[in-house]
């Protein structure tokens, strides 16, 4: 059983948006509740793992028996998480910026009189799951999610190719129903051998019960 399989490892998530500051008072965010990523933290501990809860800026509360260490934009999230290795498993579930100001302003940006555009010079983010997936302390398995708006099934076989991730939770954002603020969601789990599984539309409780289920058959011994 999954709880036989799980009970002891150290599995650490990553979930939530990631707030990349402009200045004192602005940053760049996305939509990102973290209701997916917590689901999934909460039910790994229910099944006995030991679990690390990388957090980005949300407002919910920490799962029982989880460890939550929380962070605000993409580059502190990726020390905390590569931080933590050693560990079992890795469940990327956290929407990360892809790109984040090259420097934060120090002083509120302000407008002038007659300026119509202001321009912001963005820099790609390091990606967190590619690094941990590609890492010598590679976790014995690494999971990503995958939020699209449309080609769901191309882009997620893409990037659990192109981070070499072992499995990919794919789901449809932008529909009602699912994805970022929903408490239901439906997810398309696609695996490095080809296998793939659709989950849901369920509670994102039940879908966290059924990933690790997924993810504790798959575990390599
Ligand atoms: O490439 P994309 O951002 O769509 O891939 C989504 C997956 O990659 C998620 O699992 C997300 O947590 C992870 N990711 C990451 N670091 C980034 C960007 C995405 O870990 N900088």
Redo the contacts with the bound molecule.
């Keep these: 059983s999954a709880s036989e399989r799980l009970r002891g490892l150290r599995i650490v998530v990553?979930a939530g948006p990631t707030y990349e500051d402009i200045d004192p008072v602005r940053f760049i965010g996305n939509r990102s509740s973290g209701k997916m990523g917590f689901a999934v933290a909460q039910s790994a501990a229910r099944l006995g793992a030991q679990v690390v809860l990388v957090a980005g800026p949300v407002s919910l509360p920490t799962p029982d028996g989880v460890t939550r260490i929380d962070v605000r934009s993409?580059a502190q999230m990726?020390e905390a998480v590569l931080a933590q290795l050693p560990a079992d498993i890795y469940i990327?579930?956290?929407?990360?910026?892809?790109f984040a100001p090259a420097q934060a302003a120090s002083n509120k940006i302000k407008k002038t009189a007659g300026q119509d555009t202001l321009n912001l010079m963005l820099v790609r983010?390091?990606?967190?799951?590619?690094d941990?997936a590609s890492h010598a302390q590679r976790p014995r398995l690494v999971v990503?999610?995958?939020?699209?708006t449309d080609h769901v099934e191309a882009?997620a076989r893409g990037?659990l190719q192109n981070?070499r991730l072992d499995l990919?939770a794919a789901n449809r954002v932008g529909v009602s129903g699912s994805g970022f603020e929903s408490d239901d969601n439906t997810l398309a789990v696609y695996a490095a051998d080809g296998d793939s599984r659709v989950l849901g539309p369920a509670p994102k409780t039940a879908l966290a019960d059924d990933l690790l289920e997924l993810i504790a058959a798959r575990l390599p011994a």
């Excluded at 983010?125 to 590619?130: N, S, V, Y």
């Excluded at 990503?144 to 699209?148: H, I, K, T, V, W």
């Design positions: 990553s993409a990726h990327g579930a956290a929407a990360v910026a892809d983010t390091r990606d967190i799951l590619a941990i990503g999610f995958a939020a699209e882009y990037k981070k990919i």
